[in-house]
């Protein structure tokens, strides 16, 4: 009796099973027969950026492209996916902009779908690069001073310019925010914008992006700091009641070595309240220093003089930046430079 009992329980599951499966065929095809039906349904309940969605249907990534239909519903708000190279690929909409709910409705169109405000589509800032940057539009005289020296690569000096030039994008430039001076040095010193010759954000940035990175020999921190101190006066430029920034970067001691003496006396000067004219405050100086790649790896050197440059260096780049830690950053690697760009803002600003 019980092997009857079970093979009749077997029985009922499996004729179940069947009538479950030709119901949701019958659904299948009423709605469409590629599934976009159902589709279209799991994308109407929802999906955005916040919180993830109920369905996220990603089957037509790298899918040869519908003709006609460069654009598919990706069954949320904020992407969708497009053609390219006759494969779809993942796109995101621009920020706070969404798909149409005509786009959800049809899964595919010829312009892009983005044209919805959605503020679920809001990028935050760390989606935009710019985590952790709450600095005000602080308005500043800014100096750089930046070593070109040949004991860095000429990859390493890209990267120099562009940590430069993305500290300049976050700040507002011209005559009511910052204004900028700057030079690179190597033997001597090679001026690329003063305050008084441009005051527009294009012209800053574009001196800036020509600025010298071919030196000659030597490092001379001596000279960048005190043309430094000199363009911190009205006759160059300097604003009457705005406080003045320097970041100076270097990856080493003054060369020839028996210059570093010279340089902190200029580095104290470049602090120095007395150094400046009347109504004129001292700059705040902040000091990053990276590895230098050349200098340290020169086989053939005593433990000695090893000893004697470690000393030196210690001594030059303490006289350099302002009292406390957040006026100086030593990094282990020149690909941490953008990692300081945000703390020197804020160290900037701090006191506005």
Known sequence: ?????????????????????????????????????????????????????????????????????????????????????????????????????????NDTATTNPCIRPAPECRKTLSEKGVADKDTKACGFDLCLVIDMSFSISDVNKV????FALDLLKLLRLGDAFTLVSGSTYGGQTYPFV???????????????????????????????LKEARESLTIGSGRRLGKKAVVVVFTDGVSNPTDMSPVTIEEARKLKDPTSYQEGITP???IL??????????????????????????INEFAAIPSEGSQYRYDLKSFDNLRDVIVPI???????L
């Open 1 to 105: 009796p019980n092997v009857s009992v079970s093979v009749a329980l077997l029985n009922w599951i499996t004729d179940m099973g069947s009538q479950i499966l030709c119901v949701f065929t019958l659904l299948l095809c009423a709605s469409r027969t590629d599934g976009a039906g159902i589709k279209s349904f799991a994308g109407s309940v929802g999906g955005s950026r916040v919180g993830g969605d109920l369905f996220s249907d990603v089957r037509d990534i790298g899918v040869e492209c519908t003709p006609g239909s460069p654009y598919r519903y990706a069954d949320t708000n904020c992407t969708y996916l497009v053609c390219k190279d006759n494969i779809y690929e993942l796109a995101e909409c621009q920020d706070a902009m969404g798909v149409t709910n005509g786009f959800k409705i």
């Open 159 to 162: 990267q120099v310019r562009s």
């Open 194 to 224: 003063k305050f008084k010759t441009y005051n527009t954000p294009a012209l800053i940035m574009n001196a800036a992006k020509n600025m010298t990175m071919k030196t000659k020999k030597g490092t001379s921190t001596w000279l960048a």
């Open 283 to 285: 700059p705040t100086v």
């Open 288 to 313: 990053v220093t990276a590895p230098n790649m050349k200098g340290e790896a020169t086989s053939g050197v005593s433990q000695a003089e090893k000893n004697r440059l470690k000393e030196l260096k």
């Open 345 to 351: 803002l804020k160290a900037s600003c701090d006191t």
